[in-house]
């Protein structure tokens, strides 16, 4: 099982990226995805979360209203797009997938398989 993250790089402080996250190995269609992220010397920490169905979304505070988490419904891939990009928002970005783990979406205790993360840099 493997979770690949792409899409991560260098941008430019105000300026967007856009990360992807696609399975393999099983589906993860009936189990909710997360995004999280380690800047360095800093605990690892959630950032977004969605749904199996990709009805219900969740967000950091420090990421609400810049960033959205998206999925095709029937699809283990997810999507985040990060607008308004601020040096705080460098760090080494992880998707996760819960596979039937319970508790708060927030949580990382919530999720069984991680990837092996994506860096993102932002320069002023």
């Known amino acids: 099982v493997q979770l690949q993250a792409s899409g991560g790089g260098t941008a430019q402080v105000g300026g967007s990226l856009r990360l992807s996250c696609a399975a393999s190995?099983?589906?993860?269609?009936?189990?909710?995805l997360a995004w999280f992220r380690q800047a360095p010397g800093r605990k690892r920490e959630f950032v977004a979360a969605v749904s199996s169905t990709g009805t219900s979304t969740y967000y950091s505070d420090s990421v609400r209203g810049r960033f959205s988490i998206s999925r095709e419904y029937g699809r283990s891939r997810i999507d985040l797009q990060m607008d308004r990009l601020s040096s705080d928002d460098t760090a080494v970005y992880y998707c996760?997938?819960?596979?039937?783990?319970?508790?708060?979406?927030?949580?990382?205790?919530?999720?069984?398989?991680w990837g092996r993360g994506t860096q993102v840099t932002v320069s002023s």
């Open positions: 190995g099983r589906t993860f269609e009936r189990d909710a």
């Open positions: 996760a997938a819960s596979a039937g783990g319970t508790g708060s979406y927030m949580m990382a205790q919530k999720y069984s398989y």
